[in-house]
């Protein structure tokens, strides 16, 4: 069964640093567009930033524009996202989510396949 799986969560200060990976299982992530979500407690899951297949696209949203930043290496089938400057109010679960239709890419109903999320506490 092909799985994305995230990792690099964890508890943080504010101000501090954390690096998402996503990596994914008997499938290749090199032909998709990739995205990242988040989840906090209470609310729906809202757009991050996203990828084209071959990394020479990105997008954020407003709230993290400038602090995080997305890549990928296709080589080693994996999605970073760098999270500089980190707030509490980007406490949540971080999802990663393949996107085949390459646009609408804060659309999150494009997204496909999802992984488990991991959780990233940003302490004040």
């Known amino acids: 069964q092909v799985q994305l799986v995230e990792s690099g969560g964890g508890l943080v200060q504010a101000g501090g640093s954390l690096r998402l990976s996503c990596a994914a299982s008997?499938?290749?992530?090199?032909?998709?567009?990739m995205g990242w979500f988040r989840q906090a407690p209470g609310e729906e899951r809202k757009f991050v930033a996203a990828?084209?297949?071959?990394?020479?696209?990105?997008y954020y949203a407003d709230s993290v524009k400038g602090r995080f930043t997305i890549s990928r290496d296709n080589t080693k089938n994996t999605v970073y996202l760098q999270m500089d400057s980190l707030k509490p109010e980007d406490t949540a679960v971080y999802y990663c989510?393949?996107?085949?239709?390459?646009?609408?890419?804060?659309?999150?109903?494009?997204?496909?396949?999802w992984g488990q999320g991991t959780q990233v506490t940003v302490s004040s």
């Open positions: 990828i084209s297949w071959n990394g020479g696209s990105t």
């Open positions: 008997r499938r290749t992530l090199s032909r998709y567009a």
């Open positions: 989510a393949s996107n085949p239709s390459g646009s609408n890419y804060d659309v999150r109903s494009v997204y496909n396949l």
